[in-house]
């Protein structure tokens, strides 16, 4: 496979610096290598045809999270690729930037028991980020502020990862 792989999007600058289609392509490269991870099955072909982009795009966005085993694409078990994110903190939506991975899988998952606390009411899942930090920015756990939050309609927690124009 002879496919370039996009080099330096290592920031909001370069990543906007990229075409509207090849931002979308990235993003759903990123996708497949979640996917993977969660997968271990899954190939490389069935992944990237599930997120609607081909291999080789997923070659050129994020082939550093990528390897061979023989014939075969496998998935690293982690990346230092730059993902923009969006985190709730003191009672705003805070773009953050998270290199890697185990980093944008936190920020998921702190979106995961925000959604579940607004589903349920249940705080307990909030608990395991109060005081914590990612990219210099703390995790928003405090109750009333994410049901007022949510009830201004600030908070979209189904889109944790954010678009770069």
Known sequence: MTTQIVPGIRNRRALAAISPNAREQRRRS?????????????????????????PEAVHRYAGQGLERHGSHWNVKAGDRLYRP????????ITDIDVRGSRKASEVGAYHAA??????????????????????????????????????RGQLDVDSIYQLVA
Not at 30 to 54: F, I, K
Not at 85 to 92: D, Q, R
């Open 85 to 92: 994110m969006v985190v709730y903190s003191s009672g705003t």
């Open 114 to 151: 925000v959604r579940y606390f607004l589903a349920t009411g249940d705080e307990s899942a909030l608990r395991r980020f109060e005081g914590r930090r990612v990219a210099g920015v703390v995790y928003e756990t405090d109750p009333a502020v994410l049901e007022e939050m949510a009830r």
């Open 30 to 54: 990123l996708r497949v290598l979640s996917a993977m991870r969660e997968d271990p099955t899954l190939s490389l072909s069935r992944a990237a045809r599930q997120e609607g982009v081909s």
